[in-house]
């Protein structure tokens, strides 16, 4: 068995609100709840490192009772309509439309963000923003939106759960990445956030008993 790492065990300390809030929408809420619920969300924690080799390590040191178990985390990619929640690109110019310079194609499309710029500015307004003000950030948090309907990338954040060396449960979830946070520190959110790691110990756990009955016989 390898020497533990002398490194302190990384967390995860990402609080990007777009992401929160495609999650929130997938989740079914309505736009303008989902975007303030995802600004005011706490940020999470969960112990791990690095490996092996794309995976993590979810640590259950803290766990007694799950001596011998070892819980492993991966990113897959993973091909998702719902990459969509922040809204749709098209080539028609409307009311609540965001213009995007595509300066490779030396032409303009519009985005139609899915929390709209009049949603927006009631919010700021509600807040305490003057008109001017309240319309400058609703089109600036529209136009965010735009690049990261870009940019964002769709994955699909599986843990699994084994005891020597045998899979006992498995849990995972459809997510979306940003090419600039940090991969392990995004899993562990996701995991964190969906209580995925608690739902692979329970099929562990349960599956664990029958199996070793069944070696016995």
């Keep these: 068995m390898p020497a533990p790492s002398s490194t302190p ?4 300390p990402r609080t990007d609100t777009t992401h929160r809030y495609l999650r929130l929408r997938r989740d079914g809420l309505p736009a303008a709840h989902a975007y ?3 600004t005011t969300s706490a940020t999470r924690s969960l112990p791990y490192r690095g490996g092996p080799g794309e995976a993590i ?4 040191d803290d766990r007694p009772e799950l001596a011998g178990f070892t819980a492993t985390a991966v990113a897959e990619y993973h091909e998702d309509p719902d990459l969509f929640g922040l809204g749709e690109f098209s080539d028609t110019r409307g009311e609540d439309t965001i213009p995007v310079y595509l300066s490779a ?10 929390y709209t710029l009049a949603q927006r500015r009631a919010d700021l307004t ?4 003057a008109r001017g003000p309240a319309h400058e950030l609703a089109l600036r948090q529209a136009r965010e939106d735009a690049r990261a309907a870009r940019r964002l990338e769709a994955r699909y954040v599986r843990v699994e759960v084994r005891k020597a060396g045998v899979l006992l449960g498995d849990a995972g979830t459809p997510t979306v990445f940003s090419p600039d946070e940090d991969p392990d520190a995004a899993m ?3 995991i964190d956030e969906y209580a995925l790691l608690d739902e692979a110990i329970a099929q562990a ?4 008993p029958p199996l070793l009955a069944a070696l016995a016989a």
């Design 188 to 190: 562990a959110e996701v």
């Design 105 to 114: 194609e030396n032409r303009y499309e519009y985005f139609r963000p899915s």
């Design 205 to 208: 756990r349960a599956a664990l």
């Design 57 to 60: 390590t979810l640590l259950l």
């Design 36 to 38: 303030r619920c995802a």
């Design 9 to 12: 065990p990384a967390t995860s």
């Design 126 to 129: 509600r807040r305490g923003y």
